[in-house]
T-cell receptor, first 114, second 114 residues
Framework: NAGVTQTPKFRVLKTGQSMTLLCAQD?????MYWYRQDPGMGLRLIHYSVGEGTTAKGEVPDGYNVSRLKKQNFLLGLESAAPSQTSVYFCASSRGVTNTGELFFGEGSRLTVL | GEDVEQSLFLSVREGDSSVINCTYTDSSSTYLYWYKQEPGAGLQLLTYIFSNMDMKQDQRLTVLLNKKDKHLSLRIADTQTGDSAIYFCAENGRGSGGYQKVTFGTGTKLQVIP
């Protein structure tokens, strides 16, 4: 099983450019999440989705948008990239609140904004 | 709000025991987790403990939970070089919309010296 797959794995952007990170899961999970990981700050939740067609804001949503048109896909968009968005982005999925709550993570997407 | 704290770095000699500590604030957490992140990879669930348990043992891993002090620890016996990684403590609660909210600590980087 592929689990959670993120594309691209690396990207360099110039300030003001836009891009989309794609997350795909093949486990039929209801919940999907986007986190960013920065040194000394752990993982911070950007946006999440509790099902197809639904999205909601996490801790640090500003500058990002998301969409979940299909259950298996969760897209993270940066409309106008800023250097502060240089980070490693992780997508995760889970079955939801009815079990142990284990999150399954992708391998990460390293984004650099110049 | 929820907050999970852990020290940033731990260095041990191969064969010794490692103890990674964590404090959390959400007393309503149903599960507490330890995730492991190896270099260049996403997080993977290492072990978890249900909030009504005090201890859980799984081979070389021992998790201790002190609910009164909101303290969680992970002990790795006979630490090996392959245990070198970042270890994240996390708690599982409910977000304001009732969704499964997992809050991560900053991560403890474990360095195992041969």
């Amino acid at each position: 099983n592929a689990g959670v797959t993120q594309t691209p794995k690396f990207r360099v952007l110039k300030t003001g450019q836009s891009m989309t990170l794609l997350c795909a899961q093949d486990m039929n999970h209801e919940y999907m999440y986007w986190y960013r990981q920065d040194p000394g700050m752990g993982l911070r939740l950007i946006h999440y989705s509790v099902g197809e067609g639904t999205t909601a804001k996490g801790e640090v949503p500003d500058g990002y948008n998301v969409s979940r048109l299909k259950k298996q896909n969760f897209l993270l968009g940066l409309e106008s990239a800023a250097p502060s968005q240089t980070s490693v982005y992780f997508c995760a999925s889970s079955r939801g609140v009815t079990n142990t709550g284990e999150l399954f993570f992708g391998e990460g997407s390293r984004l650099t904004v110049l | 709000g929820e907050d999970v704290e852990q020290s940033l770095f731990l260095s041990v000699r191969e064969g010794d025991s490692s103890v990674i500590n964590c404090t959390y604030t959400d007393s309503s957490s149903t599960y507490l987790y330890w995730y492991k992140q190896e270099p260049g990879a996403g997080l993977q669930l290492l072990t978890y403990i249900f909030s009504n348990m005090d201890m859980k043992q799984d081979q070389r891993l021992t998790v201790l939970l002190n609910k009164k002090d909101k303290h969680l620890s992970l002990r790795i016996a006979d630490t090996q070089t392959g245990d070198s990684a970042i270890y994240f403590c996390a708690e599982n609660g409910r977000g304001s919309g009732g969704y499964q909210k997992v809050t991560f600590g900053t991560g403890t980087k474990l360095q195992v010296i041969p």
